[in-house]
């Protein structure tokens, strides 16, 4: 990597920092490219991202970020796993270091805050902000319908025994 790379890599990472809500920090045990490739596409999916980047230059990156606690999780072999959902790349990362034990969660951050690993599980144990979007939702709309229902109840209730007399009286 020419300097003009190392300079055009370590912007790109403090766009990213200064974008994403929570950054994870995991250390690759041996993965094999098509585990890595596996990863990196849940990630896509999940709205998060996954990227191998050499702990100089993401050092480099932190500075000036929220992220500049991260600096001492960044030795070994490591990557960063970032999403704008607080709750994506640590719900990506935890689920498959269950199913692949070459992966290991270092730890992470949410802003200025600094997560150990289990800070990050317990973080991906909670409901995405999708799913929390749609609890919300439902919660609004279930008294709604609800107050529709009661309301209804005695139109249909007089219904059936105007429907009732009139049947009686034509029999």
């Known amino acids: 990597m020419d300097r003009a790379q190392k300079t055009e890599s370590v912007a790109e990472l403090n766009r990213t920092f200064n974008e994403v809500a929570v950054v994870v920090v ?22 998060a991202n996954y990227k191998v980047a050499k702990n100089r230059l993401a ?10 606690v991260l600096a001492d999780l960044l030795v070994g072999p ?6 704008t959902d607080p709750v994506a790349a640590a719900k990506v990362v ?3 270091a269950k199913t692949n034990d070459k992966i290991e969660i270092v ?13 990050v599980k317990a973080l991906a144990s909670l409901p995405s ?7 919300i939702v439902g919660l609004l709309q ?4 609800k107050l529709a229902a009661v309301t209804q109840a005695p139109a249909a209730q ?10 009686k009286e034509a029999a």
């Open 26 to 47: 995991t250390r690759n045990l041996g993965m094999t490219v098509k585990q890595s490739t596996d990863l990196r596409n849940k990630a896509r999916e999940a709205g």
């Open 59 to 68: 050092k480099i990156a932190i500075e000036g970020t929220d992220y500049s």
């Open 78 to 83: 490591t990557a960063l796993s970032t999403s």
């Open 94 to 96: 935890a689920e498959f």
């Open 107 to 119: 730890g992470g951050a949410m802003g200025s805050q600094l997560l150990d690993a289990e800070g």
């Open 129 to 135: 902000l999708d799913e929390l979007r749609g609890k």
């Open 142 to 145: 279930a008294p709604a319908s």
């Open 158 to 167: 007089l219904a059936r025994v105007f429907k009732a007399y009139a049947e």
